[in-house]
């Protein structure tokens, strides 16, 4: 297929249809909107169904319904948004039904404002809502990803029969790259027999989405079920570390810069600028946020002499890096918020404090 | 000997979990027994709220999620926009619906969504343990409101199928009771009204039953429904307040 | 200009047509085999605010797709400059709208193109292919994409419009390529300030 010039709200949003998603529910919200008016566009063309919902609560739910019924559906938000589906996302998680969840991040607390941020790292990673859940976050970096994430994610919400998030941010939405679509895949809403109004032949007892389990036993055993579930996801990226990570120059590097979507590719200039300047610089960057990729950082722990985490934030993944390193390297951190994104001037500089510290 | 009353189908044998006298158990029936003789019981999905009937699922013999606090009518949409072929209830109490889920059944109600909400209004929380609900009436004591509902500062019993009513889209909207055998007959009715319209996807349907709740009332079942007559209908009227397509009448 | 990438910050008033400008270029350079990114700024201003957007376009793989220093500034009004001058790199360059920005005492580093886009614009019948003159006339500049490239892209780009309304958007932008051509600018000659080498 040709190369098309493409705003990654609007990629994602063409991909996801590629994926067989044929239900949007959302609220407008900045900087995420060109992605609910592209489907809302696009979706009615491929039979598939819009709704504007009253709010992202409502939103959440009607996902919920959806993924209930057997559908491929997706919502998206921007962090204060996003704060409202988590009682949503919790339900989705203990019910275990798959559906994407994208959040392009804008800068908070509150209000905050509409600028590029990644300041809802732990919010991804942690659960966000409430209750004893984790859900699968893919961290794009370019438009490109941002398509091709899409479709990985349904299949893995498919696979692992969970919520996937995906983590972009202001950046990433607004950004116009070339993008090639990738391949469509065929979907079919009857192969999930568990879903409600599922009527094949060999449907035997009637079909139940519930997330209440009232006694102690009998959430204790669904918590373990779920934690058993969150190990599997957990190996299956392990075995396939090249879905989970990119690694560039860190063979022989001395300093590991760490960062994760449109922060890595700024951290990637910094890394060919430091080479330029002598200095052995690579770079890390989890394309999966949850589950974490920590045996990369424990492996380089032992070769490279100190990390650098870069974020969009006063320091939320470098808490997650820290962890990983298991305190045998110093782990350091730069970070601007508000809107600010770091500038490979800025954050060469940081690289310089912490190589040739006065 | 002939056999001229029997348990339907749709109903499970699980005993309820209800309280003795509890109207939960008569709906439910009135419910099980409408989807079965529309023969849509095989293709029936219902959705229960947080509240006495969170476990009304265990109840029925269909296909069944459940949903957060007030959220079901936008549950239901999705569920309904992805199997149209498929009909959808909400089962909601006054706090899920009238409280926390105002948003949610009146954007539901306005898009016209060709889903059926059954309403249980007894005016009070049942299932944690006796709060004032929207629909608590003015004076009336509950855990919340101790010197009995202050209009003042509480506000005013919140009638919802009249709000619903005002709506361009909705289908039909009723208020009926289960308070005597005649009035549950006409429950019933309303029921299978609400089904057939959206059986053929008539659009929106709002069934809105004044009920008891004979456990926080403090009160016998039969000296609650005594109450609810004397006290609940003045200021909840029964009645059909919408119903564009002459379904009570065909 | 280096001849492997051209990093541009394309910058005036809400609804000059700066982001669709910065599209064009962005587009060109895809077209042409090129590596581009393209990045709006976004606000609550929609209408009459300012608005900018950056773009590189690369012979390799672009790895942050962030302007920070310029080579380009190409300002279609007063506010982008004062935004914008210093960012520049030196010996970069900024192309301005003269029609709404009065000369003044620019940086003595980078090189100065003026280009009185709202005038050759009115002098077509329509103020709002200034911005088309700017890209004309930034293409004269570039060493990534040719105007040939960019009259091969534009009607992809404005398929669905009227026919009218394409050919004025190409005489508009040949208006400003000319412009370049014989002001000289090539050599410097209108150039009003020291200016230290490209």
Redesign the interface.
């Known amino acids: 297929m040709a190369k098309v010039l493409m705003k990654g709200n609007e990629a994602l949003g063409e991909a996801a249809i590629l994926a067989g998603c044929r239900y949007y529910f959302g609220y407008p919200i900045t900087p995420q909107s060109e992605l609910p008016a592209y489907l809302a566009k696009r979706l009615p063309q491929v039979d598939g169904v819009f709704v504007q919902a009253e709010s992202e609560v409502s939103a959440i739910n009607m996902v919920y319904g959806a993924a209930s019924a057997g559908a491929r559906v997706m919502t998206s938000s921007s962090s204060p948004g996003i704060s409202l589906k988590q009682e949503g996302i919790s339900y989705i998680a203990g019910a275990e039904l798959p559906c994407l969840i994208v959040n392009v991040m804008r800068g908070g607390p509150g209000l905050g404002n509409i600028n590029p941020s990644q300041s809802d790292y732990w919010q991804a990673t942690r659960g966000g809502g409430h209750g004893d859940y984790r859900t699968l976050v893919m961290a794009p970096n370019s438009v490109q990803e941002m398509a091709d994430f899409t479709l990985a994610a349904f299949e893995y919400a498919d696979r692992f029969r969970n919520p996937v998030l995906m983590l972009s941010d202001g950046v990433l939405g607004q950004m116009m790259e070339p993008v090639v679509m990738p391949a469509p895949k065929d979907y079919d809403m009857d192969s999930k027999k568990w879903s409600l109004g599922y009527t094949g032949k060999d449907k035997t007892a009637r079909n139940l989405c519930t997330s209440i389990f009232m006694g102690q036993e009998e959430l204790e055993e669904h918590n373990w079920s779920l934690y058993q579930k969150y190990q599997v996801i957990t190996d299956f990226f392990k075995a396939n570390k090249d879905l989970a990570v990119e690694e560039y120059l860190c063979d022989d590097a001395e300093v590991v810069l760490v960062g994760y979507g449109i922060i890595s590719r700024i951290l990637k200039t910094v890394v060919e600028k430091c080479r330029k300047r002598g200095i052995k610089a690579g770079l890390v960057r989890p394309k999966v946020l949850w589950p974490f990729p920590s045996d990369v950082f424990a492996k380089l722990a032992d070769k490279a002499s100190k990390f650098l985490v870069v974020e969009m934030s006063y320091g939320q993944m470098v808490e997650d890096v820290k962890l990983a390193v298991e305190g045998k390297k110093p782990v350091y951190f730069f970070g601007r918020t508000g809107g600010a994104v770091p500038s490979d001037f800025e954050i060469l500089n940081e690289v310089d404090k912490i190589v040739r510290p006065d | 000997m002939k056999q001229v009353f029997g348990k339907t189908n749709v109903l499970s044998a699980n005993p309820t979990h209800y309280c003795p006298g509890c109207d939960h158990g008569v709906v439910h029936r009135l419910i099980a027994e409408s989807l079965e003789e529309l023969e849509v019981a095989?293709?029936s999905?219902g959705?229960?709220p947080v509240g006495c009937s969170?476990?009304a699922?265990d109840y029925f013999?269909?296909?069944?999620?459940?949903?957060?606090h007030g959220?079901a009518p936008?549950?239901?949409?999705?569920?309904?926009?992805?199997?149209p072929d498929?009909i959808v209830f909400t089962y909601q109490g006054d706090g899920d619906l009238a409280a926390i889920g105002t948003?949610?059944i009146?954007?539901a109600a306005n898009?016209g969504e060709n889903i059926t909400v059954v309403f249980i209004n007894n005016g009070i929380y049942g299932m944690t343990g006796g709060q004032m609900a929207p629909t608590t009436l003015v004076g009336m004591k509950t855990q919340t409101s101790p010197y009995g509902r202050d209009a003042a500062t509480m506000g005013s019993p919140i009638r919802v199928s009249e709000i619903i009513a005002t709506l361009e889209s909705p289908a039909y909207v009723t208020r009926v009771t289960v308070n005597n055998i005649a009035n549950q007959i006409k429950t019933k009715k309303a029921i299978k009204n609400a089904f057939t319209l959206q059986k053929e996807k008539k659009g929106f349907s709002f069934v809105e039953i004044v009920c008891i709740c004979p456990t926080n009332w403090g009160k016998k079942p039969t000296d609650a429904h005594k109450w609810l007559t004397e006290n609940m209908l003045p200021v909840f009227p029964l009645g059909t307040f919408k119903d564009i397509h002459g379904i009570e009448k065909a | 200009m280096s001849s492997t990438v051209e990093r541009i910050i394309l910058a005036g008033f809400g609804g000059q047509g700066i982001l669709f400008l910065g599209k064009v270029i962005a587009e060109t350079g895809m077209n042409s085999d090129k590596h581009v990114s393209w990045i709006p700024s976004y606000g609550p201003e929609m209408r009459g605010g300012t608005a900018n957007c950056s773009v590189i376009i690369s012979e390799h793989e672009i790895a942050s797709p962030m302007v920070t220093v310029p080579d380009v500034v190409i300002a279609m009004n007063t506010p982008s400059v004062s935004k914008f001058n210093q960012k520049i790199k030196a010996g970069g360059m900024l192309m301005y709208n003269s029609s709404l920005i009065e000369r003044q005492e620019f940086r003595d580093d980078i090189r100065l193109v003026e280009i009185p886009a709202n005038e050759i614009a009115e002098e077509l019948g329509d103020q709002k292919v200034a911005s088309l003159v700017m890209a004309g006339a930034y293409i004269k500049f570039s060493k990534l994409i040719t105007l040939d490239d960019i009259l091969k892209t534009l009607p992809l780009m404005l398929k669905g419009k009227k026919q009218e309304m394409l050919d004025l958007n190409i005489v508009a932008l040949k208006k400003g390529y000319d412009y370049v051509e014989e002001k000289k600018y090539m050599f410097g000659r209108y150039v009003h300030s020291v200016f230290k080498g490209i």
């Open positions: 095989d293709r999905i959705v229960a969170v476990f699922y013999n269909i296909d069944f999620n459940q949903a957060a959220r936008a549950v239901a949409t999705g569920i309904k926009r992805t199997r498929s948003a949610e009146i954007h898009r």
